[in-house]
């Protein structure tokens, strides 16, 4: 699976739009983007994922570059429960083989919302 | 809404002992998968199931072994604990299929003395 490039940490205001990165050059074409997040003490939470079109649903946008070398997952009112790590995952999809189903989760992106 | 649930949150074990982790998740997921997560490490699979009775070995799978009797459960156990087995434990499911997203437990931390 590609590898991922994360900013450490990142901060946001209550109430704004929160813009994550992921840097994945090496992305080929049968990779997905997923993201995922993990609140303290917590089980990781699957938030989104896409191929190459932008994604939105109820929690989030996701928005992949058209070369798909980068991506941006969008918070786009970010509370104080979004505090969490962020994790962006790419990762190939297959019909078949044992190794479709392993998530290799990074270091990911500590973002802490403020109030 | 999907539910993955673990048997404990904290368990206290001594060196040399046997130790069973449970996990059962309520939506008829085919998939199931184990990992720990250690500071420093992420995430790492250590066996996952694809159907009841079948298994497969994930990045670390020395040390561990799984059961899976019936779709909803799947146990790992340790057979005979060691303190480097010292780790928060997390479980998964997900749709057969590896385009489907993965819904985890809240994990179990494990501390072997």
């Known amino acids: 699976d590609a590898k991922t490039t994360q900013p450490t940490s990142m901060d946001c205001a209550e109430g704004r739009a929160a813009n994550l990165p992921c840097n994945h050059s090496?992305?080929?074409?049968?990779?997905?983007v997923y993201w995922y997040r993990q609140i303290h003490s917590q089980g990781p939470q699957y938030i989104i994922h896409?191929?190459?079109n932008n994604e939105t649903n109820e929690m989030a946008s996701l928005i992949i570059t058209e070369d798909r070398k980068s991506s941006t997952l969008i918070l786009p009112h970010a509370t104080l429960r979004d505090t969490a790590v962020y994790y962006c995952?790419?990762?190939?999809?297959?019909?078949?083989?044992?190794?479709?189903?392993?998530?290799?989760f990074g270091q990911g992106t500590i973002l802490t919302v403020h109030p | 809404d999907v539910k993955v649930t673990q048997s404990s949150r904290y368990l206290v074990k001594r060196t040399g002992e046997k130790v069973f982790l449970e996990c059962v998740q309520d939506?008829?997921?085919?998939?199931m998968f184990w990992y720990r997560q250690d500071p420093g490490l992420g995430l790492r699979l250590i066996y996952f199931?694809?159907?009841?009775?079948?298994?497969e070995k994930g990045d670390i799978p020395e040390g561990y072994s799984v059961s899976r009797e019936k779709k909803e459960r799947f146990s790992l156990i340790l057979e005979s604990a060691s303190t480097n087995q010292t780790s928060m434990y997390l479980c998964?499911?997900?749709?057969?299929?590896?385009?489907?997203?993965?819904?985890f437990g809240p994990g179990t931390r494990l501390t072997v003395t």
């Open positions: 998964a499911s997900s749709l057969s299929g590896g385009i489907y997203e993965q819904y």
């Open positions: 090496t992305i080929s074409g049968n990779e997905y």
């Open positions: 896409g191929l190459k």
């Open positions: 995952i790419v990762r190939v999809v297959n019909a078949g083989g044992t190794s479709y189903g392993k998530l290799t």
């Open positions: 939506m008829d997921h085919e998939n």
């Open positions: 199931s694809y159907d009841v009775k079948m298994k």
